[in-house]
């Protein structure tokens, strides 16, 4: 095989992956979004029928109409925008004082960061509830110690809900940054102390701007599982916590409307696409 047909070769790799695991079971679920709900298995109608087509858009305007769904989109963007911004905040630390350790201690501390990896996220969320519930770990120190009197309501809420997301998507945030600030050059912070710059002037002017593609990145990893996400809300929050991904398993499962679903979804995928290529033109943009 000559060199230009293993390049070639390679480049295709990805694109089957893509194809056989992106691609076309995004096309199954468009197919499903222009279908009717029927009786039956599965329960939709064909999309072509005797040779007449049968596609429908009813289903996007069901979505676009009921403002319940509207609701569930922007809590659900509400709620993964914060738990981003709190990763943010958490994570950012992280990676610093992972990237700034000497190195041969950077691949035990990544280990420590990709540990709860090891465990499943079901088993990790019943343990957060451990932690948060009524007569669980938190109230009983706090009550031990006598900063509280009654229990506090913890579980069952958005912040419940967020600290959940954070814990569980933290590791998402902390490598893309760890792997942008390793790269940084030490030498520049230390020009800028040179020049009269504070440590925290040469944070804000020198490492903070170079490392806001690594920001990003993790930013984006954590944003969109985030927004689709159904695990955490369903054990975590309460009846007013209502996630785009809740709504699609009640639909799914439940109503057992597979059109209404996958067109849920796919508006979902479509609001998701604008960060999407932000961050891809920002990251490709950088010199």
């Known amino acids: 095989m000559s060199a230009a047909r293993f390049r070639k070769t390679l480049l295709a790799v990805p694109w089957v992956w893509a194809a056989l695991l992106f691609f076309l079971p995004l096309a199954i679920v468009v197919k499903i979004s222009l279908a009717e709900t029927a009786v039956g298995v599965p329960p939709y ?6 040779g007449a087509l ?18 569930a989109y922007v809590s659900s963007v509400k709620i993964a925008g914060l738990a981003t911004i709190l990763a943010v905040l958490a994570g950012y630390p992280m ?32 343990a957060w509830i451990g932690l948060l519930r009524p007569g669980g770990v938190i109230n009983a120190v706090l009550e031990s110690v006598g900063l509280i009197d009654t229990p506090l309501q913890m579980i069952n809420t958005t912040a419940a809900v967020c600290f959940g997301m954070v814990y569980a998507y933290l590791p998402f ?9 390793e790269r940084l050059d030490p030498a520049l912070v230390e020009a800028a102390g040179d020049l009269g710059a504070t440590p925290w002037r040469a944070f804000l002017s020198v490492t903070l701007p170079l490392s806001l593609p690594g920001v990003m990145a993790g930013a984006l990893l954590v944003f969109i599982p985030c927004v689709g996400e ?16 809740k709504v699609l398993w009640s639909e799914f499962f439940s109503s057992r409307d597979w059109p209404l679903s996958a067109a849920l979804t796919v508006v979902m995928m479509a609001v998701l696409v604008i960060p999407v290529l932000a961050v891809q033109r920002t990251l490709g943009e950088e010199p």
């Open 45 to 50: 109608t064909a999309l072509i029928d005797h």
């Open 173 to 181: 945030m902390v490598l893309p940054l760890y792997a942008r600030l």
């Open 54 to 71: 049968r596609a429908t858009l009813a289903n996007y305007r069901d979505v676009f109409a009921d403002s319940f769904y509207a609701g």
């Open 230 to 245: 159904f695990v955490i809300p369903d054990l975590l929050g309460g009846p007013d916590t209502v996630m785009i991904g």
């Open 95 to 126: 990676a610093y004082a992972i990237a700034r350790a000497p190195e041969r201690r950077r691949g035990l501390l990544l280990l420590l960061v990709t540990l709860p990896f090891w465990t499943s996220l079901l088993i990790r969320i019943y």
